[in-house]
């Protein structure tokens, strides 16, 4: 079967896609692979209506709805490979299948790479995190660090005192010259510019970090951004043009409904974006189901 719309990525940006196109009555597939980027952390939060709910249960709740419209299907799985033209496009699963549509939606957001020091990765979502709006509030009031991982780091460090005391780890990576210097003692941030070499804790808990000189330093929490790639290699496959961003490349978007430099194709979400936080994702998703929709009529 040929279908109008294939969603691929069925999480915040995917699933809102194709509740528009649902809703417009169209035959869409939504394939996802069940990898959503927040699926380390127990809580979603700032979500309008589903603070501190559990990722996969906001999940479970939207495919519960969508099931209800009668021109979606869904796949669970992975795309392999992504081709073809507008009208023309064709995606082949892992498992050798082939599905053909008109236009496509790329919604497969991104994957993290975190700074490689011991013990940090273990902890990604729970103690460690990359987002003070999404977390900090857990975290009020205790020991905070922020870890270095690019040069703008100092932004997240003047920003943590608002949820609690704050360290600067630099680990090498911000020059801190007398303005930057300024600005953190103005905000109460102490610097830190020793690397941290291992993060110590019982389970996904931190108590301290080790830094290179052997001295440990009391800490709660972390929050630093990892580095950030598109999940999945099917922009590049289809030719879409991409930009920088501060943690990462993500597909380019032309002016107007989440289109990519290559016709037919919309992408939304995190990896469409270099601002990543999953009310922007659905807001982005509904933008791109309504642009793939549309171009399908005028
Ligand atoms: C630890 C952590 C906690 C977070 N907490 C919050 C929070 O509390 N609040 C908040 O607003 N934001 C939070 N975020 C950010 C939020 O997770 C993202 O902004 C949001 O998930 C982006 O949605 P998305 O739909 O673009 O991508 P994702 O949610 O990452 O979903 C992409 C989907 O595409 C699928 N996929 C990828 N490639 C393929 C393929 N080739 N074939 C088929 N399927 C594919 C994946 O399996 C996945 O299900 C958090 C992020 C992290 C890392």
């Known amino acids: 079967m040929s279908y109008d719309v294939i969603i691929i990525g069925g999480s915040f940006a995917g699933m809102s896609a194709a509740m528009q196109l649902a809703r417009a009555r169209r035959p869409i597939l939504v394939v996802d692979s069940g990898m959503p980027r927040n699926r380390f952390a127990a809580a979603s939060h700032g979500f309008l209506g589903q603070d501190g709910v559990a990722p996969a249960a906001i999940m479970r709740e939207a495919l519960r709805q969508l099931s209800a419209y009668p021109t979606?299907?869904?796949?669970?799985?992975?795309?392999?490979?992504?081709?073809?033209?507008?009208?023309?496009?064709?995606?082949?699963?892992?498992?050798g299948a082939v599905h053909a549509a008109r236009r496509l939606v790329l919604a497969t957001g991104v994957a993290d790479t975190l700074p490689d020091i011991p013990g940090l990765a273990e902890r990604w979502g729970?103690?460690?995190?990359?987002?003070?709006?999404?977390?900090?509030?857990?975290?009020?009031?205790?020991?905070?660090?922020?870890?270095?991982?690019?040069?703008?780091?100092?932004?997240?460090?003047?920003?943590?005192?608002?949820?609690?005391?704050?360290?600067?780890?630099?680990?090498?990576?911000?020059?801190?010259?007398?303005?930057?210097?300024?600005?953190?003692?103005?905000?109460?941030?102490?610097?830190?510019?020793?690397?941290?070499?291992?993060?110590?804790?019982?389970?996904q808990e931190i108590a301290a970090v080790r830094l290179a000189d052997d001295r440990v330093a009391s800490l709660e929490a972390i929050f630093t951004a990892p580095q950030t790639a598109p999940a999945s290699p099917l922009a590049q496959q289809l030719g879409c043009a991409f930009e920088d961003g501060m943690t990462g490349p993500h597909v380019k978007l032309e002016p107007g409904q989440q289109r990519t430099s290559v016709p037919g194709v919309y992408s939304a979400g995190d990896v469409a974006s270099p601002m990543h936080n999953a009310t922007l994702a659905a807001a982005a998703g509904v933008m791109a189901g309504i642009g793939a929709h549309q171009s399908l009529i005028f």
Request: hydrophobic letters at 45%; one cysteine or more.
């Open 72 to 95: 979606v299907d869904f796949v669970h799985g992975r795309v392999a490979a992504a081709r073809g033209e507008i009208d023309r496009f064709e995606v082949e699963m892992e498992d």
């Open 126 to 203: 729970v103690s460690v995190m990359h987002c003070p709006y999404c977390h900090g509030y857990e975290v009020r009031d205790r020991r905070i660090g922020v870890l270095a991982n690019h040069p703008m780091a100092a932004h997240q460090a003047l920003m943590l005192p608002d949820w609690g005391p704050t360290t600067f780890f630099t680990q090498g990576l911000v020059e801190i010259d007398a303005d930057l210097a300024a600005k953190l003692a103005g905000r109460g941030v102490q610097v830190e510019t020793t690397p941290i070499v291992a993060v110590l804790g019982e389970g």
